[in-house]
């Protein structure tokens, strides 16, 4: 993750800073890990970036028509479900479980 944060504190996304996901696309699934803006170090999943991951997948591939894609996270196993037609997406799912991984209290203001 080293490579990311250096890419999330680069000059040019260092004002407004950015998600940066490394992706590496295997036979049978992808795998992806985060880095995440504003908690400024990695997290174990990122919704919006599997499902980017996934399109982009099909994009780089040229794969279109219904298609589904395993994404591996450290959080866990999700599949993204979509419609492509080489230049748009639609009908997009991100499917996995939902289960809580943290539990807290704010204090009053």
């Not at 999330?8 to 890990?33: A, C, P």
């Not at 803006?37 to 040229?62: D, H, I, N, P």
């Amino acid at each position: 993750m080293n490579t990311a944060r250096e890419i999330r504190y680069g000059d040019e996304f260092l004002k407004d800073g950015i998600n940066v996901n490394t992706v590496s696309v295997h036979e049978h699934f992808i795998e992806m890990r985060t880095f995440e803006r504003g908690v400024e170090a990695e997290t174990f999943s990122c919704g919006t970036g599997v499902t980017a991951a996934a399109l982009a997948t099909a994009l780089r591939k040229g794969e279109t028509g219904i298609l589904e894609y395993a994404v591996k996270t450290r959080g866990g196993n999700l599949r993204v479900k979509f419609n492509f037609n080489g230049t748009r997406a639609t009908d997009i799912l991100l499917c996995g479980p939902a289960v809580q991984v943290f539990k807290g209290t704010l204090p009053n203001a």
